[in-house]
């Protein structure tokens, strides 16, 4: 079966493979931007946390999680928790949906062109995933990071658009919305990719060994078996743990260079090896590298967790196992 498609009164045959793939890569965006908003809406308030920690808020610096997780609706409301939440949902559904799509075909690249198949494909596929949606979306990243370290009556930003305007004049322009880029991709590869081949490993052994304790029948196709939703969660929360605290180090160098002018010691953050030495010789391991690790934990399972879920609930509801 084919599908025609009328251009300048011709009709231009178009193979059903590819309307097919068309459909098939369209429906895996949705499922993936999907599932980073449910999950990054689950751990909004912990998010907003772990900035105010990692970039040593003077309001919050000397305060620890729960501490700060107090602090903050006392100081700012309950809304508090949520500011900069706008600007990441924005950035988050292209997020989601340009990694989980991108390691559906970077998977498939490797096994079918490259002939690389096994664990190593879901690591290398992950990694590239992440990068490739990094890159995408880094300017709302740097946006949201800026309005989640602001404090109630210390603002420096109405709000996005002021964000972006400000950031543009004041910081160089384009290059502004970069900063901290070169961590973050270093970062994000072993981050993404040891998420990926985490889970995926996790799959594929339950499903293999211990079908019918972890498995179920898919919603689109009951000859094809899943993970039950509570093993999915599990799974998820596994593998988000993992790959945080291999990258935790410079997603904390990625945050110091994100905020830039909002920091009194900006001038000494301007590259990652700088940045990574200032926060260490001015705060060491525990109180620097690893500030806020804790809430990392509490908030990256939960977060991985419902991602990793939804995205597999939603392929079934999207046809796409």
């Keep these: 079966m084919t599908t025609e498609a009328v251009s300048s009164g011709t009709r231009a045959p178009i193979p059903a493979p590819v309307q097919k793939d068309y459909y098939y890569w369209l429906r895996s965006f949705a499922a993936g931007g999907v599932a980073g908003c449910c999950a990054k809406s689950t751990i909004a308030p912990l998010d907003r946390v772990k900035i105010l920690l990692q970039a040593q808020n003077p309001h919050y610096k000397h305060l620890g999680v729960f501490a700060t997780l107090k602090a903050v609706p006392k100081k700012e409301g309950f809304l508090g928790l949520y500011k900069g939440n706008g600007a990441m949902m924005i950035r988050i559904f292209p997020y989601g949906a340009i990694q989980f799509m991108a390691f559906d075909h970077y998977r498939k690249f490797f096994n079918t062109q490259l002939g690389i198949s096994g664990h190593i494909h879901r690591l290398m596929a992950g990694s590239m995933a992440g990068m490739t949606a990094v890159i995408f979306t880094y300017p709302l990243d740097v ?114 260079m994100q905020l830039g002018a909002s920091l009194p010691d900006f001038d000494k953050c301007c590259s990652l090896t700088k940045t990574l030495k200032h926060v260490y010789t001015q705060y060491g391991v525990k109180k620097g590298l690893y500030r806020g690790l804790s809430l990392n934990y509490i908030r990256c399972i939960p977060s991985q967790a419902v991602a990793f879920t939804t995205y597999e609930f939603m392929k079934q509801v999207l046809h796409l196992n």
């Design 143 to 256: 946006i949201r990071a800026r309005l989640a370290f602001q404090v109630t009556g210390e603002h420096r930003y109405t709000g996005i658009r002021n964000a972006f305007q400000t950031i543009y004049l004041k910081e160089g322009g384009i290059s502004g919305f970069y900063r901290g880029l070169t961590p973050t991709i270093i970062g994000m590869a072993p981050y993404a990719g040891f998420s990926f081949f985490t889970f995926g490993t996790l799959k594929t052994l339950g499903l293999s060994h211990f079908p019918e304790l972890l498995g179920k029948p898919s919603l689109d196709n009951p000859d094809v078996l899943v993970l039950k939703t509570h093993v999915n969660l599990m799974c998820g929360g596994v593998a988000g743990a993992i790959a945080q605290t291999i990258s935790y180090p410079l997603d904390v160098a990625r945050r110091r």
